[in-house]
Every structure is written in C-alpha cells, then in structure tokens.
C-alpha cells in the first residue's frame, strides 16, 4: 500500500516533456478564453480565427519563454514567490507585446476581451501546474523522510516574520522532527490568531501553562531584535522549567538577512549583554589592510586569532601568523586556508621574547602592519611569575617595536588593558609600560605606533566563563572573590573590530579606550550563565572566596589626571596623557627593570615598576573620570 501511494507521486522530470506541457496548457488558455467569453459557445467565424490567433500569441509566447524569461529553467519543485512573479512578468509581456500586433496587423472579428480574458487564463493554468507539482514533491518528501520517533514538541517565541519563516520550514523538512505547538507573543492583536495553521497561544509570560499544558520539550526564540532582558526573562522561565532555548542571532549578525532554521543556535551568553550594534568603518579598515602585508603576533590567542580572521576579510597580500603554541597556530592556519583558500598566509612558531628570531622574521617578511596582541594576561599567575611578566610583557614587546622600526612597519597596533588604568598588579604594570613605550618611540621612528586599550572579553581562552563552564560540569559551586566585583566586557569580534577601526583612524602615539558599556557585575553574569547552561542557581551554589593577589574590585577605563577625547568613531575615545615622559629616565628605568627580572626578584621589580608608573597599586574611586565619560556620551 505504502509503495502503491508513493508511485503516485512520481513526478516527471524532463525538461521537454515540460516545456511541452506548457505550451500545451498556454494554447488551451487561448482556446478557454474564446469558450468563456461566448459563454462556451463560440460562432462559428470566431472558430475561423482561433488557429490565427494562437499561432501568433504562441510565436510571441515562444520567444518570450526561451529567450527573454529562460522559463524552462525553473524547477516547478521549487516554484516560489519569485518564480511566480517571472512567470507573471513573462505572461504580461507576451499580452502586451500580442495587443500591440494586433493593433498593427489587426485580425478581422478578434474581440479585444479575449486577450483579457486569456492573459488570465494562461496565467491560472500555467501557475496551477507548477503549483501542483510543488504540492506533489513536498508530500513526496514528507513520504520520504518522516520520522516516526516521537517529534521534538517546541514553542515559538515571536510571531512575526522570523517565526513565520521558522515554521514554513519546519513545515517543509519533516526531517527536522520538530512538532510546533503553538506560538507566543506580547502583541494583543495577534493572540488566538493562527500562523499556516498554527495558534498563537498567549503572552510570553504564559510560558509555563502553555509548557505543562502541552508537554513542551524546547523553546525556540524567534526574534532577531530580542533585547536582552526579554532574552534574560525567556531563560529564566527556561531554567525552572528545565528546558533548553535555541535562538536566531541578532540582526547585526544575519547579514544576508536571510533567517533560516540553519540560523538557530543556543542563546550564547553574549546575547545577554547590554549591547548597541556596533558599525565598522569598512571602506576606511579595507583602505589601510587591503594588499598589505600584515603581521600578527599571538596569533594564536583568542584575540590574536580572531584579528586574523578579522583582517583575511579585507584582502590582505599576505597574512602572517607568529605564536609559540604550535598547535593553536595549526588551527588557524587550517581554519584561515578552509575560508580563505587563495589568501597568502605564512605561519612562525616564534617566541616574541627571542630577540634574533624576531628580527630573522621580520627581516624575511618584511610586513607593513603589525597587530601586537602576544602577551601574559593571567592575574594571579603573573602576580607568581613577575620576571615572565616583565620579559614577555615588556622585553618582548619592546624586540617586536624595535623589529617594526628597523624593517619600516608602517603601522604598530598594541593591544591593552584596562587592568593597565592605576594598575593594582603585574600584568596591569606591565601592560601600562606597554602604552608608554607607544609613546617612547612615537618620538624617534618613522613608523605609527598605537595602543587600544579595553576590558576582559568574553569567550577568551582562559577567561571567566571558562572556569564556570568547568565548575558547573563538576556540579559546583561557582565560586567567585566577591559580591561586588564588576567588570566590563566586550565579545570576540566587537572588540578586534573596534581595533581595527581604531588602527585606520589612529595616528603615532595615539592611545584608544573602548566604549564597552555599562560593567557587569561578576555574580549576575555568574546567575545567567548558569541559567544558559540549563539549570537554575538554586542547583549550582555560588561561592564567595575573597579577592586573590592583583584583584580588584572595579576597573577604571583611564586615570583621572588623562584626558579623553571624542574621535570619529561613536564607540572609540582617545586618551591624552598628561604627563610627560621623559626619554632619558624612562630609558634607565627600563634597564632597571631588566636587571630587576633577571636577578628574578619581586620586590626589585614592584619598585621599579613604581618608579615607572607613579599610580602603580594606587587605585581608587576616579570620580572625575566618570562625570567625563557621561558627558562625552
């Protein structure tokens, strides 16, 4: 029975036999009309007239098909919205063009509501078949491919278009074996309305009845303009209803506009972050990487990786990789040639504190921009480890200036932190001798150098929400050092995007902050990870620790005795420092600081980094700065 029922949705594909089967159906269109409009009794010389007429709406509607439209070409399996208004368009032209003979080479007794009455005919019977044909494969497929496991039973959060476009699909891929139950969504006017047969149910605070009312088994949120706290709200309700939440991404991220069942994903915690869409200055970036040759190093980190992959998008002549992590080096190196298959890339596993091999690279590739985002970033490791803090933080950095210098880099961007803002530790320390050697060798070298300084950025290799991951797999607790601490974050790409920007608007000695919103107190984003990760935080305990070595409680973005200006970019601030650096001293302070690694002492070290940074372990509540960056913005 099954085998009899689908041979009746065998479909034939020939391309002729179609093409037959139109012209069949356009010539009775013809013959119709002539029956409708003599209300199927036709006189006899208007039969006389009838091979005449089709003959020259047929020439016409020949050429029209093959050559002006190409009809043949289209799938009646696939037939759409677009292929219907081609098929309109062709059926219109043939009318138009048929009238005009008609007025030029009239046929004797022809009445003008014929080609009316045909250009609707044609157009029904021609649509009608292929609209057959779509209806007979999409039962094929069902036939084909259902499923007869239990389907997965979903709601859909967002009834506008996103959601209708999710549930044609689902509709269509039975494969997909999801069951929608029903819709939700906070417009009045759309509640007890229904979606290709589908109810809207209630208001997104209904979630829990319509759930246990329906045996829910997923949550997907279909709205791509989802501000966070309604995101927040959804998994909250999620968490205790122990059920996961897929969602599309955001607006900014569908790029091609296209929203797909392939676009769901799991609600990522960055979508829970206050957040603008950021705007990129792509003609300004492609201006200064375009045909470059460009040198990254870390470029196997987290941020270093996604510079990369940032820049491969604007074309450079060649991109070079340097880290000293052989393995995370191969990986993005496979990753960039999968993406990128005709970009010239060169990869150096290279320590930036070997002096020689840095300078052998750069001597081999002479690159025109560097991306400076190698370095130690842990805390409590450098607080450990200082003498490694300063030679890769500092020595390191300064091989990669001095190599930029000597083989003519045009431009030098050094990445930063606000842990460098009245540095509480090593790593802050050393990333803020980091921001002035910027300004050291702006004063004698041709090339540009910049330092973009911001926060802790989620996603990264070892950053927080790695540890909680880890934590909430061993079932817990989450621990964190106190209620209090706050920090400001940034994503992956938002943060390499804006370095970007800022290296094709900064000029030599320039040094950026970013504007990353508002901070995040540890302990919510510690509750809304444990909520994405599928649990409530009456399952994962949070812990309080206490504050580790280096650690404060907030970080500032700048000094209170720097200035911040506004630049072209909306989210880009320029500090100005208003302390001058003197060469001389700084030079000797450097020396010291070098001999102070090396005799591997901690103390040694934290007084000189003090008599290089006079705000080194000096934080503090900077008040000034705060009622400047309100009215900046």
Excluded at 260 to 267: L, Q
Aim: with cysteine; proline share 4%.
């Amino acid at each position: 029975m099954f085998l009899r029922r689908r041979n009746l949705f065998k479909i034939p594909r020939s391309t002729i036999f179609r093409i037959f089967v139109d012209f069949a159906f356009f010539i009775l269109s013809i013959y119709f009309s002539f029956l409708l409009r003599f209300e199927f009794i036709p006189p006899s010389n208007y039969i006389k007239i009838l091979p005449l007429v089709i003959f020259r709406e047929f020439l016409i509607f020949f050429i029209i098909y093959f050559f002006a439209f190409k009809l043949y070409r289209t799938l009646w399996e696939y037939f759409s919205l677009e292929a219907l208004k081609e098929l309109t368009l062709a059926i219109t032209l043939e009318k138009i063009i048929f009238y005009l003979s008609y007025l030029i080479f009239p046929i004797q007794g022809l009445p003008r509501s014929i080609i009316l009455i045909s250009y609707f005919t044609s157009l029904l019977l021609l649509f009608s078949v292929r609209a057959f044909t779509r209806w007979v494969y999409e039962s094929k497929k069902s036939i084909d491919k259902v499923n007869y496991a239990q389907k997965k039973r979903v709601v859909i959060i967002g009834a506008g278009d996103a959601g209708e476009k999710i549930l044609r699909e689902i509709k269509t891929h039975k494969n997909l074996n999801y069951d929608v139950v029903g819709f939700l969504d906070d417009d009045p006017k759309k509640i007890g309305k229904t979606i290709h047969g589908i109810k809207i149910l209630g208001p997104i605070s209904s979630l829990h009845k319509v759930v246990r009312g329906n045996g829910v088994q997923e949550i997907l949120v279909a709205i791509p303009s989802a501000p966070p706290s309604l995101l927040k709200n959804i998994l909250s309700m999620a968490s205790k209803l122990k059920l996961p939440v897929k969602t599309l991404p955001g607006i900014w991220e569908l790029i091609d506009g296209k929203v797909t069942i392939s676009k769901i994903r799991d609600v990522k915690i960055e979508d829970l972050l206050e957040r603008d869409v950021i705007d990129l200055d792509s003609e300004k970036i492609g201006e200064y990487l375009r045909g470059k040759k460009v040198l990254v190093t870390g470029a196997g980190g987290s941020i270093g990786a996604e510079i990369c992959r940032q820049v491969a998008r604007y074309g450079p002549q060649k991109l070079i990789l340097l880290g000293r992590g052989e393995n995370s080096i191969f990986n993005i190196e496979l990753e960039l040639k999968n993406t990128y298959p005709n970009l010239n890339i060169c990869s150096y596993i290279a320590d930036i504190k070997d002096r020689d091999r840095i300078f052998y690279i750069f001597s081999m590739e002479k690159p025109e921009i560097v991306f400076h985002s190698a370095a130690h970033k842990h805390v409590p490791l450098m607080e450990e480890n200082p003498d490694e803090a300063v030679f890769n933080n500092v020595f390191g950095t300064i091989n990669v200036m001095d190599a930029s210098k000597e083989y003519g880099v045009k431009k030098f961007i050094f990445i930063s932190t606000d842990k460098a803002v009245y540095p509480a530790n090593i790593m802050g320390a050393t990333k803020r001798v980091g921001e002035m050697l910027v300004r050291y060798y702006n004063s004698h070298s041709q090339t540009e150098y910049i330092a973009v300084r911001f926060g802790n950025v989620l996603g990264s290799r070892g950053s927080v929400l790695e540890v909680f991951k880890k934590q909430i797999e061993m079932g817990g607790p989450i621990t964190i050092t106190h209620k209090d601490m706050e920090r400001y974050f940034m994503t992956i790409p938002e943060a390499v995007g804006l370095v970007l920007q800022a290296g094709a608007i900064g000029k030599s000695g320039d040094l950026f902050v970013l504007d990353m919103g508002k901070p995040i107190k540890i302990i919510d984003l510690a509750k809304n990870f444990i909520e994405l990760s599928g649990y409530s935080v009456e399952d994962i305990e949070i812990k309080i620790i206490g504050l580790r070595p280096g650690e404060k409680l907030k970080e500032e973005l700048w000094e209170e005795e720097e200035k911040v200006l506004k630049t072209s970019h909306p989210k880009i601030y320029k500090i100005i420092s208003n302390n001058d650096l003197d060469k001389n001293s700084f030079e000797a302070l450097l020396r010291e600081l070098k001999l102070s690694a090396e005799k591997r002492d901690k103390n040694e070290i934290e007084k000189v980094l003090k008599k290089l940074i006079p705000t080194y372990k000096k934080a503090q509540e900077n008040a000034k700065g705060k009622e400047q960056w309100e009215a900046l913005k």
